[in-house]
């Protein structure tokens, strides 16, 4: 008997992106990938190479100019704005390069707001899971404080509970350690490697950095808007 194939949960078919203008801009061209359910995959690449364009199409910010996209079995090329938003607040976790944490409120309402937008759950019940979670990456201590009360590596970490609080299928991350020095960005890259072992949570991340790249599951390289190399890392 075959060894059965991991759960894809993203499959892109001859994906390509083309913003209008006087001269018009091709940014993506031919892109074809699947990626499986608990896999962690680098995107890298010069500037201008794609990577961001990718990610928005992957994470429904975006729509491709011709190609195909599937999420979970979903075909999501065609979605109406809301369908697409639908998606993006109950399967997707969102993290960037700046934490983008709404100041006047603190870590923990910060955590909790992607559960009270979908809604759906008993309110004390998602407070104690997102206390749990900051018991969890030691910044219980933290919890009532505000994002400019925090150093830079807790406002990130503070920003991947408030990506994984919801249980998303997908986690797309876009240069998550670009603004720590080397010491967080090795813990926070640390915290989304433990989240993909630990279950079948995908994490997509657009790096500079080859050698948190290299730590990942698989790297894909792009340039000039096409894919140059796709390997296993790790």
């Not at 603190?106 to 759950?121: D, H, Y």
Request: glycine share 10%; aromatic share 4%; with cysteine.
């Amino acid at each position: 008997m075959s060894t059965p194939k991991p759960k894809e949960v993203l499959v892109l078919d001859g994906v390509g992106k083309v913003y209008p203008g006087a001269v018009p801009t091709r940014a993506l061209e031919g892109i074809s990938c699947r990626v499986s359910a608990g896999e962690f995959m680098a995107i890298v690449g010069a500037s201008g190479s794609g990577k961001t364009t990718l990610l928005n199409l992957l994470g429904l910010l975006d729509s491709p100019t011709e190609g195909r996209v599937w999420l979970d079995g979903l075909e999501v090329t065609a979605l109406t704005s809301d369908e697409a938003a639908h998606l993006r607040r109950d399967r997707m976790g969102f993290i960037f390069q700046f934490h983008y944490l709404l100041p006047e409120f603190s870590a923990l309402e910060n955590v909790l707001m992607p559960c009270r937008l979908a809604g759906g759950g008993r309110e004390e019940e998602q407070e104690a899971w997102v206390r749990s979670l900051f018991e969890r990456v030691g910044l219980t201590s933290k919890i009532d404080r505000r994002p400019n009360q925090l150093s830079g590596g807790e406002q990130q970490r503070v920003a991947i509970l408030r990506a994984v609080a919801n249980n998303p299928l997908v986690i797309l991350a876009d240069e998550p350690t670009g603004n720590l020095d080397s010491r967080n960005a090795a813990e926070v890259f640390g915290l989304l490697r433990e989240i993909t072992r630990e279950s079948p949570r995908t994490v997509i991340m657009v790096t500079h950095d080859r050698e948190l790249a290299a730590k990942t599951d698989r790297v894909m390289t792009l340039r000039d808007g096409r894919v140059e190399s796709d390997t296993a890392a790790g």
